[in-house]
């Protein structure tokens, strides 16, 4: 039997914690973003940006080299380790130990690049966030499955979704294979559309935040940024995902009186974080 919980406001208040007075940067948690390919480095530099604004001591970004003066120009808070490669991601080795990683945003699905996640996946033991191009790789490579560590977040839009458990027929039968899938490789998804639901198991939590401005490009590398920011800071990673989508609803909800549905766009998502954080404080 499915269990079905609400996220709303009494909810979301059982997985918030406010910053401890004393803490610094240093136990803040470290977050490392892995992806870009040539002409999709802004998936990263959202998803770098997203990560610090949620609230994360230190963002480091692993990208192509192409990204090297876009990302310290955009960004300049977040560190900078580059591939080899110019374009895309051939090689994925760091010397940080960052308390959370997510990747995929603008990765690219390039046989080196399938490659470079593969091995990455064999060696990883740090709590992941996987998106976009690395949910559609390992869709392609579903054996690969099997090496994410237990509790991984995945966070698909409908078609990544299909992609990765194949097509359904009803919400009813989309519900039960994301179920079925959770318990198989005992990963969370996040079920991103409107409303965006969470799987855990057997237990399915609903969104009850966000608005249609949020279909726009980009919106989702900013939840991953989100999402893996609250991992970072230690967060379960269950609360990280119904914390994070709630958060990311909140800002287009917050943002939406003054820049109306059409022109409200991913940056707006991040420079709304910190009014959505606020308007959690004044709830307790
Ligand atoms: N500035 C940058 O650098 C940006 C970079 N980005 C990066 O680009 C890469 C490719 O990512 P992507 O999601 O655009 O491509 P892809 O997986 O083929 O999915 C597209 C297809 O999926 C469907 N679909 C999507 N949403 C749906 C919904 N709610 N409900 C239903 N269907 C839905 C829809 O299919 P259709 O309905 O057309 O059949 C659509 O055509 C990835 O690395 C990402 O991070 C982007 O984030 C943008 C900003
Ligand atoms: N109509 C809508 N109502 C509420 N949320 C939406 C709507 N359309 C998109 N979203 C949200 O926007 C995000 C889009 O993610 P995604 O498709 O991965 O975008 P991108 O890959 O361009 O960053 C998801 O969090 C999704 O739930
Ligand atoms: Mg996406």
């Given at each position: 039997?499915?269990?079905?919980i609400y996220?709303?406001?009494?909810?979301?208040l059982?997985?918030?914690?406010?910053p401890?007075?004393?803490?610094?940067?240093?136990?803040?948690?470290?977050?490392?973003?892995?992806?870009?390919?040539?002409?999709?480095?802004?998936?990263?530099?959202?998803?770098?940006?997203?990560?610090?604004?949620?609230?994360?001591?230190?963002?480091?970004?692993?990208?192509?080299?192409?990204?090297?003066?876009?990302?310290?120009?955009?960004?300049?808070?977040?560190?900078?380790?580059?591939?080899?490669?110019?374009?895309?991601?051939?090689?994925?080795?760091?010397?940080?130990?960052?308390?959370?990683?997510?990747?995929?945003?603008g990765?690219?699905?390039?046989?080196?690049?399938?490659?470079?996640?593969?091995?990455?996946?064999?060696?990883?033991?740090?709590?992941?966030?996987?998106?976009?191009?690395?949910?559609?790789i390992?869709?392609?490579?579903?054996?690969w499955?099997?090496?994410?560590?237990?509790?991984?977040?995945?966070?698909?839009?409908?078609?990544?979704?299909?992609?990765?458990?194949?097509?359904?027929?009803?919400?009813?039968?989309?519900?039960?294979?994301?179920?079925?899938?959770?318990?198989?490789?005992?990963?969370?998804?996040?079920?991103?559309?409107?409303?965006?639901?969470?799987?855990?198991g057997?237990?399915?939590?609903?969104?009850?935040?966000?608005?249609?401005?949020?279909?726009?490009a980009?919106?989702?590398?900013?939840?991953?940024?989100?999402i893996?920011?609250?991992?970072?800071?230690?967060?379960?990673?269950?609360?990280?995902?119904?914390?994070?989508?709630?958060?990311?609803?909140?800002?287009?909800?917050?943002?939406?009186?003054?820049?109306?549905?059409?022109?409200?766009?991913?940056?707006?998502?991040?420079?709304?974080?910190?009014?959505?954080?606020?308007?959690?404080?004044?709830?307790?």
């Amino acid at each position: 039997m499915t269990n079905s919980i609400y996220i709303d406001q009494k909810q979301i208040l059982k997985h918030y914690k406010q910053p401890d007075k004393h803490t610094h940067k240093g136990i803040q948690g470290h977050a490392l973003i892995i992806g870009g390919s040539y002409g999709k480095i802004g998936a990263v530099s959202l998803s770098a940006k997203a990560c610090l604004k949620t609230g994360c001591g230190l963002v480091t970004v692993f990208i192509p080299k192409c990204g090297y003066d876009i990302l310290q120009i955009a960004i300049p808070e977040v560190m900078v380790i580059t591939d080899n490669q110019e374009k895309l991601i051939s090689n994925i080795t760091f010397d940080i130990t960052p308390q959370a990683i997510g990747i995929g945003p603008g990765l690219g699905q390039k046989i080196e690049t399938q490659n470079a996640f593969h091995q990455f996946l064999q060696t990883n033991k740090t709590p992941l966030v996987i998106d976009a191009d690395a949910l559609n790789i390992l869709s392609q490579n579903k054996e690969w499955l099997s090496l994410l560590p237990p509790k991984t977040i995945l966070t698909p839009h409908p078609k990544e979704l299909e992609r990765l458990i194949g097509k359904w027929h009803s919400e009813e039968e989309k519900r039960s294979m994301a179920i079925s899938f959770s318990k198989q490789y005992q990963v969370i998804i996040v079920m991103k559309g409107a409303p965006s639901r969470i799987i855990d198991g057997e237990t399915l939590y609903e969104n009850t935040t966000g608005n249609a401005a949020l279909a726009t490009a980009g919106s989702g590398d900013v939840l991953t940024g989100m999402i893996t920011s609250l991992l970072a800071q230690s967060y379960e990673p269950i609360s990280a995902a119904i914390l994070g989508v709630y958060l990311h609803g909140l800002t287009a909800e917050i943002a939406l009186p003054e820049t109306g549905y059409q022109s409200f766009i991913a940056s707006d998502v991040i420079a709304n974080i910190g009014k959505a954080f606020l308007s959690l404080e004044k709830l307790e």
